[in-house]
């Protein structure tokens, strides 16, 4: 499977900005729709942004207007640029891939480590 490392995170205060990074490598699938997804203590895991190999995005209501997400196809690394932090964003940022193997295989997905925003007021 894909490997997906995330970068970016860190401690801001409400108002300010943050640039999250995911890079996937280590395997031959070829990857389809990539996306964002946060996880805040005692919270179910929810969808930020997604985006598709053409370009098509889709966002959560609550970060529509103030989260920009992108792809680099070439570099195989999709992006999350977060503008006017609230502290209600606080949690941990996972990178996530659909793909599949060339030629039609099977879709698979997979996950990041994960990287921690920390929002403060």
């Known amino acids: 499977q894909p490997q997906l490392v995330e970068s970016g995170g860190g401690l801001v205060q409400a108002g300010g900005s943050l640039r999250l990074s995911c890079e996937a490598s280590?395997?031959?699938?070829?990857?389809?729709?990539m996306g964002w997804y946060r996880q805040a203590p005692g919270k179910q895991r929810d969808l930020v942004a997604t985006?598709?190999?053409?370009?098509?995005?889709n966002y959560a209501d609550s970060v529509k207007g103030r989260f920009t997400i992108s792809r680099d196809n070439a570099k195989k690394t999709i992006y999350l640029q977060m503008n006017s932090l609230k502290p209600d964003d606080t949690a941990v940022y996972y990178c996530?891939?659909?793909?599949?193997?060339?030629?039609?295989?099977?879709?698979?997905?997979?996950w990041g480590q994960g990287t921690q925003v920390t929002v403060s007021s």
């Open positions: 985006i598709s190999r053409n370009l098509n995005t």
């Open positions: 280590g395997s031959t699938y070829r990857i389809h729709d």
């Open positions: 996530n891939a659909v793909a599949d193997i060339p030629f039609g295989g099977p879709a698979i997905t997979a």
